[in-house]
Every structure is written in structure tokens, then in C-alpha cells.
């Protein structure tokens, strides 16, 4: 059964950066492309990046130039920089499998408000 554990959200000033972590257990991590998604209030959960097993990585329109995903095989953890946050990045993160392919895991809370 694999599991996700999504870490590293909290409160932060619009403007600021954050870095979440999601560590994969349970599976071959390499083989797998990655993703992180995100659910706001009331709104449907979106696909915000995702890193294939090469490496080649791809954004939502609306983080584009702001984040970055990366994955350690090593560590069987991809990571989501966030840099200039703003109010509307306010979300609950999430990671899975490019799809997606597992059962969510419990995510972790980003608030982007002054």
C-alpha cells in the first residue's frame, strides 16, 4: 500500500517562500512521475506541477516562474519550492502520482495572508 506524507505547509506573508516535502513509501519511487496538487476552499482540486521519472517538469499556468518541484530517488521524496506567494495560493498541498494514482495522504495546509 503506498502512503504519502506531505510536510512543511504553515502561515506565511504574501511575498514570502515556502518548501513542502512529500515523502513516498510502499512503491519503487523512481518509476513513478510525480505531482503536486492543491485544493483551495470550495474549489476542485488542481494539478500545480508535475516531474516525470527524466526529470522534465511542468507547471500550472498560474505558478509558473514562482514554483519549482524536484524529486530525490534517493530519499523518495519530491519537493514543491514556493517562492512569492500569494493570497490565492491559500490551499491544501497535496502529492501523488502523476494521475493521480494513489490514495491521497493527508496533505498540508498553506495559508498565504498579511
Known amino acids: 500500500q503506498v502512503q504519502l506524507a506531505e510536510s512543511g505547509g504553515g502561515l506565511v506573508q504574501p511575498g514570502r517562500s515556502l518548501k513542502l516535502s512529500c515523502t513516498v513509501s510502499?512503491?519503487?519511487?523512481?518509476?513513478?512521475?510525480m505531482a503536486w496538487y492543491r485544493q483551495a476552499p470550495g474549489k476542485q482540486r488542481e494539478l500545480v506541477a508535475h516531474?516525470?521519472?527524466?526529470?522534465?517538469?511542468g507547471y500550472a499556468d498560474s505558478v509558473k516562474g514562482r514554483f519549482t518541484i524536484s524529486r530525490d530517488n534517493e530519499k523518495n521524496t519530491v519537493y514543491l519550492q514556493m517562492n512569492s506567494l500569494k493570497p490565492e495560493d491559500t490551499a491544501v498541498y497535496y502529492c501523488n502520482g502523476m494521475g493521480p494514482m494513489w490514495s491521497w495522504g493527508q496533505g498540508t495546509q498553506v495559508t498565504v495572508s498579511s
Open positions: 516531474i516525470l521519472e527524466s526529470g522534465f517538469t
Open positions: 510502499g512503491t519503487v519511487f523512481s518509476i513513478w512521475a
